[in-house]
């Protein structure tokens, strides 16, 4: 299966928010990757339910919101009705995982739940079967343009073996944070099936469309 690529919007530019999600449509982008963030749970602020639904009316993409926030249970339905199709909350944030991700999925959601780089894959290992989306983070959440911490390869490893012998055969293990050029080989060696990219995708280096097709070409090659 060919790798799916999630931009993050967090480094688009806002103020023409549509034509840049557009042109990443048009680049052959697979999702656009929502990062939602409360000043509480990560030190940043980004965006709610009000700018995911603008996003919707966008494009046609399914939308991943992802929920940096304290207590994500309250913005279940919220997100939902915005139109996104997948939303993942981080285990950190969440008393009763199991109940969460039921709540996700009678929304009507596909159900993902994110993991810090310090919480084990543990964490999420009884709740395996209720995941539709396993999120490994291999940056600290709350900002863009971070550096990939190498450590995380030998976790999402784990997190690909624990899905295929327990997981349902159609979740997805998504990576987050500092995939890039330089990176996202040994990210789809270690077994990821969507990676997410921010400041690789909308930067001022280089157009959305070539630096997607960049990290495809870099995706198929040999880890560096
Ligand atoms: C970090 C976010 C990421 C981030 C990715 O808190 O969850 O989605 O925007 O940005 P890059 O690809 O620049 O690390
Ligand atoms: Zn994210």
């Known amino acids: 299966m060919p790798i799916k690529i999630a931009p993050s919007i967090l480094t688009a530019d806002f103020g023409r928010l549509a034509a840049e999600i557009a042109t990443a449509e048009d680049a052959g982008a697979d999702w656009i990757h929502l990062d939602v963030m409360d000043g509480h749970f990560v030190p940043n602020i980004t965006i709610g339910p009000l ?7 966008a494009t046609r993409l399914p939308l991943d919101a992802h929920l940096m926030i304290a207590d994500p249970d309250r913005y279940i339905q919220p997100f939902r009705d915005a139109g996104v199709d997948s939303i993942t909350v981080h285990a950190e944030t969440c008393v009763h ?3 969460t991700l039921q709540s996700i999925r009678a929304a ?3 159900a993902g739940v994110a993991l810090n780089p310090a ?17 490994i983070m291999s940056v ?5 343009g971070q550096r990939f911490i190498e450590r995380s390869l030998d976790k999402i490893r784990a997190a690909r ?5 327990f997981g349902s055969p159609t979740a997805e ?3 987050d944070g500092g995939v890039s050029n330089a990176t996202i080989a040994s990210v789809v060696r270690a077994g990821a099936s969507v990676v997410v ?7 001022q280096s280089g157009s959305v469309a070539s630096n997607i097709d960049g990290l495809r070409q870099a995706a198929a090659s040999t880890p560096q």
């Open 119 to 135: 919480t084990p894959l543990d964490a999420v290992k009884e709740v395996v079967q209720d995941l539709d989306v396993l999120l």
């Open 108 to 110: 009507g959601a596909r």
């Open 97 to 99: 995982l199991h109940r």
């Open 161 to 165: 073996e624990m899905l295929n012998d």
């Open 51 to 57: 700018v995911a639904a603008a996003v919707r009316t």
């Open 173 to 175: 293990l998504q990576v």
């Open 140 to 144: 600290n959440p709350g900002f863009g």
């Open 197 to 203: 990219a921010g400041s690789a995708v909308f930067n």
